[in-house]
Structures are given as structure tokens and as C-alpha cells.
């Protein structure tokens, strides 16, 4: 589903599968073979791929038509998930507006990303289970179940589990971003 709208977002841009490979650090061979849909790209590589088509991530998937009421199934969620394991993000939105819904679960003592890192939107997180550290900048909030924060999404930023079990968060973004 990824692939061939990869190829779409690249050749639209006029790039090469080198030129793209060069501009996201990523090996040609894998880029091919995300095209092909012979490889499944990991949330690391998805991220990359936005950031250099500067497109939300979510849009990288195929198949979103525009509606004025979305019902999104909890069984047809979208789901997208670290190669290392510890963070796995699910779509509740339809991901074809200016807002993006997203539910997050950490495994314990994970991290959203090794690095914090920006982009252009805000967010909104809500801790549903467990504890939640996030830390924005130098700044680092400790949320309980029931708590939420507000910050802008140019600041560095991402989400921790502390704790021994697995947590579960919401994050809503606007404008949906990479």
C-alpha cells in the first residue's frame, strides 16, 4: 500500500531513487524495495520519508479520500511501529483533515525516539495508562493516567515510559506533520 504511493510522492518531486536515497540517508536498495512493496518500511524510515517529501506520515499510505463524516473501525485502524520495538503509534483519525488523532503505547522504559525531535504543528497529549514522561526542550513533564499537556511541536520533543508496564497515551496534531 506504501510503495507504489512512494513512487507518486517521488516522481512528482522529480527525484531519483539516488536523489532520494542522498536527501533521507537511506540505502537506494531499500528505497526500491519499499517501491516495490517487497519491504515494509519501519516508523524511523516513514519519518524520514515525510520529512524529505514534506508530507504528513500518515499520508504515505494509500487510499484516503476526503470525507465530510469519517468513521474509522478500531479493527481497520492504521497501525506503524519502531524495528526495535517499544513504540507503535495507531491512526484514530481518518488522516485526511488538518487534525491527526493518534494513540500511542510505549513498552517500559521506552522512548517514542531516541532523539527528541521537532516539526511544524502542536500537539496535545493525554495519558490514558501508566505513567508518561514527556519531555519538550529542557522541560520534562511527569503526566498520570487523566493528564494532558499542551506544547508546539517546533520544540525538540518525545514521549518516555518510565514505568515497568506497557502505557497507552493520546496525541492529537495539528496540522498533521511528519
Known sequence: MIG??????????????KQ???RTGLSTGLLSQVERSIHDPSLETLRRLARTLEVPLFSLFAGED????AVVRRDRRMTVSSPHGGISYTRISPGSGRLELLEGCLEPGAASTDRPWSHPSEECVLAQTGE??????????????????YFDSRTPHRFVNPGADANTFLVSVTPPSY
Open 20 to 22: 532520494l536515497a542522498e
Open 66 to 69: 476526503r470525507q465530510q463524516v
Open 4 to 17: 507504489p504511493h512512494l513512487r507518486e510522492l517521488r516522481r512528482e518531486r522529480n527525484l531519483t531513487l
Open 132 to 149: 508518561l514522561l514527556v519531555e519538550v526542550g529542557e522541560t520534562v513533564i511527569r503526566l498520570a493516567p487523566g493528564d494532558s499537556c
